[in-house]
């Protein structure tokens, strides 16, 4: 492995950094000095993001569900950037609410699509020059409801706990790289992915959660944050809470 790096100049990718958690990942990173490539399938999005984050970010247009998208945008990082050291998926749907025999399949394989195999392409896309770098970190947002489980989105829970186990697999795998691969759990944050939130879906969100309210995308950030990081030097293959007290195990 080769010696820990500062932050600072490092090369990052944030997938969904157009909106709400990846945004202000994005933003967060660049504040300790992180270049970092936006990537999401809006790029319109993704552009004012990345000049409201400054410091030498630049904006990509990546579909995480095509492997060919991804290809591209990582060739574009590449050489905007150099080497990415860091990627950070957040690019994430939530799906229709249905039950399970009133699921629809197209949906279902949807949401698996961009929040488990976008993660997974995206990964596979980043890890060669990290490893080749002898360093890296991946940070892949799951949710609380891949461990705990939520009614009428088994799609996305499954998805989910797809990631969980994902994060869990390539952390033991690239274990003696320098490459560690962690994820974090959040409970409910009011972005974009639930659309308008009503006075009653708001109570159901936050009825499991102690503290009782939303958890800010800026909070979000400060825990990926050191996980990008080489502070983070010991841990691979977790999922962190970042749940208001929401259980965990
Ligand atoms: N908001 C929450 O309550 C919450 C809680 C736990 C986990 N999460 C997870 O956090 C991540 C970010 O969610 P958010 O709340 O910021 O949602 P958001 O809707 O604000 O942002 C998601 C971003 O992902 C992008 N995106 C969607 N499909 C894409 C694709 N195929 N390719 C590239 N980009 C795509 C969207 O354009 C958008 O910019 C998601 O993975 C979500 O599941 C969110």
Redesign the pocket.
Known sequence: MTAAKTLKDQAAIV??????????VAGRLARDGVRVAL????LD??RRAAEEVGGGACAVE?????TD?VRAAMAATREALGTPAILV??????GPSAGIADYPEAEWQRVL???LN?TFRCCQAAVPGMVAAGYGRIVN?????GKDGNPFVAA?VA??AG?IGLTKSMGKELAKTGVLVNA???????????GPLSDARRGR?LANVPMGR??L?DE?AELVLWLASPACSFSTGVTFDISGGRATY
Request: aromatic content about 6%; proline content about 4%; hydrophobic content about 45%.
């Open positions: 997938t969904g950094a157009a909106s709400g958690l990846g945004r202000a990537w999401d399938r809006d999005g993704a990546a579909d995480v569900t095509r998208s998926n957040s690019a994430g749907i939530l699509e961009v929040n976008g947002i799951a949710s609380i409801a996305y998805s989910k990631v974090i759990s959040p409970s409910a944050s009011e972005t974009a992915i639930f969100l939303m958890v995308p979000v």
